[in-house]
């Protein structure tokens, strides 16, 4: 991307991808497979490497699968709050919950005054069954 504001088609398809998925995490081969179905010639090494320019300009944060074995991308624009809180990823449906509340709040000052850890919210995911996913 350059620094000029150029967007790319397959960069904007991209992002509307991300932004219309914007309370999921969504993987590299999701998006290929958007791309693909959306007539975007295009290969998983420059998906990846549209993602890491996203990731660098903060318009989306990545998260690991529940197993730890690939990464997950989640829309974020310019949502700078969305770097200072806690979020839970449901290992059903992948959807993602911020947990913007003074409970978490509370939860983060906790662990830092009583044992000296300050959280980095971008990559601190916690993980679980969202509301809907646990009544199925």
Same mark, same amino acid.
Do not use: P, W
């Given at each position: 991307? *350059?620094?000029?504001?150029?967007?790319?088609?397959? #960069? $904007? %398809? &991209?992002?509307?991808?991300?932004?219309?998925? @914007?309370? +999921?995490?969504?993987?590299?081969?999701?998006?290929?497979?958007?791309?693909?179905?959306?007539?975007?010639?295009?290969?998983?090494?420059?998906?990846? *490497?549209?993602?890491?320019?996203?990731?660098?300009? #903060? $318009? %989306? &944060?990545?998260?690991?699968?529940?197993?730890? @074995?690939? +990464?997950?991308?989640?829309?974020?624009?310019?949502?700078?709050?969305?770097?200072?809180?806690?979020?839970?990823?449901?290992?059903?449906?992948?959807?993602?919950?911020?947990?913007?509340?003074?409970?978490?709040?509370?939860?983060?000052?906790?662990?830092?005054?009583?044992?000296?850890?300050?959280?980095?919210?971008?990559?601190?995911?916690?993980?679980?069954?969202?509301?809907?996913?646990?009544?199925?």
């Amino acid at each position: 991307m *350059r620094s000029d504001g150029y967007q790319t088609k397959g #960069k $904007k %398809v &991209i992002l509307e991808f991300l932004e219309a998925n @914007k309370d +999921t995490a969504v993987s590299v081969q999701d998006i290929a497979d958007y791309l693909k179905a959306a007539g975007e010639e295009t290969n998983i090494t420059t998906v990846y *490497r549209r993602l890491e320019k996203l990731a660098a300009e #903060k $318009k %989306v &944060i990545r998260h690991s699968a529940d197993d730890g @074995k690939k +990464t997950l991308f989640q829309y974020i624009a310019d949502a700078r709050e969305c770097l200072s809180h806690l979020h839970v990823q449901c290992t059903c449906c992948s959807k993602i919950i911020h947990l913007d509340c003074e409970d978490s709040r509370e939860f983060m000052e906790h662990l830092c005054k009583n044992h000296g850890i300050v959280l980095d919210c971008r990559k601190t995911v916690l993980y679980g069954l969202c509301s809907e996913c646990s009544r199925k």
